[in-house]
């Protein structure tokens, strides 16, 4: 009994240790990166490894000069936000607008190929982005879409398209036919079946397949920057972090204080979805 004891305290405070460990390897980099977005340039000069800030050292000019325009002598990034934005909203509401359905064939309708198709989905990611950029670069370079913030969408949902897919085909596996079949029996047409039923119980992967979209066009820099490089005034916020990052001139407190930008919404989305994304909103839905 005693030794019982002794491993279970044992792998209690194990447990607790890799937490610890992950806890501080995941949150150190972003609480140093805010640590330097809040100093100024010659306290940083002076103890650049202080990992706390005296309260009167705290300043938010490097957040005003990131988000000025550069008309009035800043970078810009408020122009930036607004087209990341754009892009990443748009992107991420056409993919689901396409995938759900997409999905919800691939997982109930059977036709010739649905074995075939849901592999090729996988397939496209066997591929590096670097090889379809040239290919897709020329499309809409004689489309007449490269500079703009439409195509770039469109190119940023042929990404995400597949896995989207191929995530809320796994989900839709896992609904029970027995209430869509309940939901028809009662006079539910099939579209009537994924918003009421099919839909709802699916809505944490909807989540996590929308957070994923909106990562990937939010963060995404290869082909923002092929197809918006010569448009500065379109640019995503990724681009505007690398004039920064490569600007001699720019303190990197500044930078620190652009990348804190580029960082926030992600994390702020995550946490209002968290109960979404871990929350089985399937279990109990079905009752013997």
């Known amino acids: 009994m005693d030794r019982d004891r002794i491993e279970t305290v044992s792998l209690r405070w194990l447990r607790r240790l890799v937490i610890a460990g992950f806890l501080i ?3 150190l980099p972003f609480w140093y990166m805010l640590v330097l977005s809040v100093r100024p340039i010659e306290r940083l000069l002076l103890d650049p490894g202080s ?15 990131v988000l000025k325009s550069v008309e009035d002598g800043g970078q810009g990034f408020l122009a930036f936000i607004r087209n990341s934005g754009i892009v990443a909203l748009a992107a991420t509401a056409l993919t689901l607008v396409i995938a759900i359905p997409g999905a919800y064939a691939v997982s109930r309708l059977r036709f010739f190929g649905r074995r075939q198709v849901s592999a090729l989905f996988l397939a496209v990611y066997l591929f590096p982005s670097i090889v379809i950029a040239i290919p897709l670069f020329v499309v809409f370079t004689r489309a007449g879409l490269r500079g703009s913030l439409v195509g770039l969408v469109l190119v940023y949902i042929s990404q995400t398209l597949p896995v989207s897919v191929y995530m809320l085909k796994n989900y839709f596996e896992t609904i029970p036919v027995s209430l869509e079949e309940s939901a028809a029996i009662d006079g539910a047409g099939r579209l009537g079946i994924i918003r009421r039923v099919s839909l709802p119980l699916a809505a944490p992967s909807v989540m996590a397949v929308a957070l994923y979209d909106f990562m990937i066009a939010w963060n995404e820099f290869l082909f923002a920057l092929l197809f918006l490089v010569d448009r500065p005034n379109r640019w995503t916020v990724s681009l505007g972090l690398s004039l920064l990052s490569d600007g001699v001139e720019v303190p990197k407190t500044v930078l620190m204080a652009g990348s804190v930008i580029l960082t926030l919404p992600i994390v702020i989305l995550f946490f209002a979805s968290e109960r979404l994304l871990t929350e089985g909103l ?3 839905a079905e009752k013997g």
């Open 282 to 284: 399937t279990s109990g």
């Open 51 to 65: 990992l706390l800030v005296p309260f009167g050292e705290l300043t938010v000019a490097t957040y005003a000069e």
């Open 25 to 27: 390897v995941t949150l």
